[in-house]
Every structure is written in structure tokens, then in C-alpha cells.
Nanobody
Framework: VQLQASGGGLVQAGGSLRLSCAAS????????MGWFRQAPGKEREFVAG????????YYADSVKGRFTISRDNARNTVYLQMNSLKPEDTAVYYC???????????????WGQGTLVTVSS
């Protein structure tokens, strides 16, 4: 599975962005998909995840109520809708594919290349 993230950019605080992650290769629908982020000078952290069927979603407390993860298995794509963005959401966002749903970095099977989100105050 190869993952290609897109949709990052510069947005003002309170604005919205939608990230996309397109997967190539077989068995996309067998993987749980997630997003992680890494802010400057900080460790990478889990943001949101969705089960292989799309029936379960998981969020970090810091983004609950503002971000929504979804997937379209027919298009081999996972999305992250980000609303009410804050300056502290500024980071490089990485999509990830995992066989389970532990959402730990060392459990991720495949990583995308990352897309930069910058939120100005």
C-alpha cells in the first residue's frame, strides 16, 4: 500500500481544510486508516483513525468535535475534515495504514509522505 496525502495549506484561525489520502495497491479496505501530526519541535501524535469498514472512528481529545475522519473504500481514499482550526493545529499531517487499531506509531504498517497545515492567528 502506498499513501499520498494532499490538501494542506495556510488557513486563518477558525477556518477549515480537508485533507485527503489516496492509497494505491491492494487490500486498502483491510486496513484501518488514520492521521497523525507532528508540530515543530514536538513528537508525532495521533489525531484521528477510522476502522476498515468506516464504522468506528477515533479521535485525540484535542480535536474532538472539530475534526472528522471518513473513508471511501471505492475510491481508496481517506479524508480528514478539519474545522475551527487553531494555531496549535499547525503541523505536518501524515496519513497511516494499520492492520489493527491501536494507533501507536510502532503499529503503523504504512505511512504517507505528509502534508503541511499552517494555521495563522
Amino acid at each position: 500500500v502506498q499513501l499520498q496525502a494532499s490538501g494542506g495549506g495556510l488557513v486563518q484561525a477558525g477556518g477549515s481544510l480537508r485533507l485527503s489520502c489516496a492509497a494505491s495497491g491492494r487490500f486498502f479496505s483491510r486496513y484501518a486508516m488514520g492521521w497523525f501530526r507532528q508540530a515543530p519541535g514536538k513528537e508525532r501524535e495521533f489525531v484521528a483513525g477510522v476502522s476498515w469498514s468506516g464504522g468506528r472512528t477515533y479521535y485525540a481529545d484535542s480535536v474532538k468535535g472539530r475534526f472528522t475522519i471518513s473513508r471511501d473504500n471505492a475510491r481508496n481514499t481517506v479524508y480528514l475534515q478539519m474545522n475551527s482550526l487553531k494555531p496549535e493545529d499547525t503541523a505536518v499531517y501524515y496519513c497511516a495504514a494499520e492492520g489493527g487499531s491501536s494507533w501507536a506509531e510502532d503499529s503503523v504498517d504504512y505511512w504517507g509522505q505528509g502534508t503541511l497545515v499552517t494555521v495563522s492567528s
